[in-house]
């Protein structure tokens, strides 16, 4: 058994303990809802009777065999989704020993089956075809539409017609660069339908950004739409996508076709530029295809899609999925993390642009049969009575946060599943399983099945009990990234090599003395902006593309509103005077090469980088600079200059 489930057990079955089951029980025999005791908050009773996992003794039972029996645990779950043909004998294999070969992970192997097949098809057999699949609220009010199961299976078969039509097949990649309309979900199951690999790029990333993911993974087809609003901005995606294909086949990677969906309500057709012989109109083409359309069998390992996603160093990583694992893991993480009922509808704010909506917009939901809606918006307006859980993801959300999350939104009343995940990880790993534990605003709380969450210290050892460190993985789980897309020595390097036979998260970690695990942020050089990762290498590089620019080091500070803020320091060309409007155009070159959302926040002149006698960069000391924390500079003596530091303090606030 591992740390927690130790400290769970003996919470559970020592009576004098930890003292919190006793509370637990009698909460669940109504004596009270909240004790601020720990800062504890209790699920109410109600909720506990209905949840799927009712009591921690549930869950431990549960775990305890997901952990013990990881293939029979997860080929009972398996065996509720079609399979053509059932995986091999072994139910998986895995290496996370770099010291001990090459990393594999493999789950359900020679399984035979289709993602989309069983988020539409079987639930139409089922008999849920009538029921809403997606409601979708525009950007204006009076614009949103719905799809029952049926409606959006006829759908993604036409567009899956289409993609076929079009050579699209098996194994070949399709990009996806779409604002939040139904379109991308639909995009999304008709690539897996036919086995092609989508790979969808946030519509608010730069044509640069999107031209270094093409010319990394070389699409078929890229599908997109005219233009979308933001507020009362129009954004002309297209011509986003027109720049990024244009260069791209200057370099040597043409895409024959660029599906363009007629998104009315931000631009017209008209008013659409447009490159006979490869754009298509997606209204004119795809709703004469058939409303049926076979599927394509694949392999459990099959690729399913590449997400990409910033590390600290170099380009992004394609981070690759496989279908079966996935499949199994997003709909069983959705079912108890959100504590899924069927007549439950389902809302999560985030885009498809990124892993939660693929796996918690589309197809963890799509699997159960839930009825998703697709919108960005407001909270207090509306009456709030039926709701029953809230989720939240992405960085650490804060005590007090998690206080207005609780009462404002939840009305005191639905339990919040704080999930920590990543995109490598597919799924939720550590997540509260609300109506099973008292939670600590803050607190992530405690690991799904079947993961075994470990902290070790610098030198890789694990260490027990309440202690703090680097948040690792012990075996692997059927939603972990397989490898990034051609490139399987930077996937060991970078996530298995630093402490070996560990996945190492890049993410630090916290373990209290009731085994409650606390996420404290990224300890490489991964900036969390409002739950976007964002390398600072990335924004190093785009900054450094500025003629004027020297050198820039950017590191992360913490921002009210974000989580962290972008905070550069810049270093100019000899002689080029310090600006407001330099300052600006630095800001720009970075909106332009990455994308809007990474622009920093701050940009601090520097004469010149606190560096080490071999030339590295001490971000630790910048970092202190960025937040003002001067009187916590550390030891400065290994700098090759120790006087830059005054430089830079001298200059903070001009
Ligand atoms: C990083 C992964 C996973 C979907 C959204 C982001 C941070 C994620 C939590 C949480 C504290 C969190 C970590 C992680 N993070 N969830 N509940 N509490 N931190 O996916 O872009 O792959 O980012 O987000 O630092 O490593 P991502």
Redesign the pocket.
Known sequence: TTNHLRHLESMATHPSGAGKIPRLNAVILGESLASEEDDLVFPSHDFSQQAHVPSPQKYLEMYNRSIVDPGGFWSDIASEFYWKEKWGQQVYSENLDVTKGKIKIEWFKGGITNICYNCLDKNVESGNGDKVALHWEGNEPDVDGSLTYRQLFEKVCQLANFLKDNGVKKGDTVIIYLPMLMELPITMLACARIGAIHSVVFAGYSAESLLQRIMDCKPKIVVTCNAVKRGKKVLNLKEIVDAALSESSQNGISVDSCLTYENESAMKKEDTKWQKGRDIWWQDVVPKYPTTCDVVWVDAEDPLFLLY?SGSTGKPKGVLHTTGGYMIYTATTFKYAFDYKESDVYWCTADCG???GHSYVTYGPLLNGATVILYEGYVTRYSRKSLRVLG??????NPSAWRWFFNVVGDSRCPIS???????TGGFMITPLPGAWAQKPGS?TFPFFGVEPVIVDEKGKEIEGECSGYLCVKSSWPGAFRTLYGDHDRYETTYFKPFPGYYF???GCSRDKNGYYW?T??VDDVI?VS???IGTAEVESALVSHPQCAEAAVVGVEHEVKGQGIYAFVTLVEGVPYSEDLRKSLVLVVRNQIGAFAAPDRIHWAPSLPKTRSGKIMRRILRKIASRQLDELGDISTLADPSVVDQLIALADS
């Open positions: 996603t990124w892993i939660t939240s993801v992405g960085e650490p959300i704080d999930t920590w995940w990543q995109t490598e992530a998260s890049g993410d996420l942020g990224r969390n739950g976007h990762r």
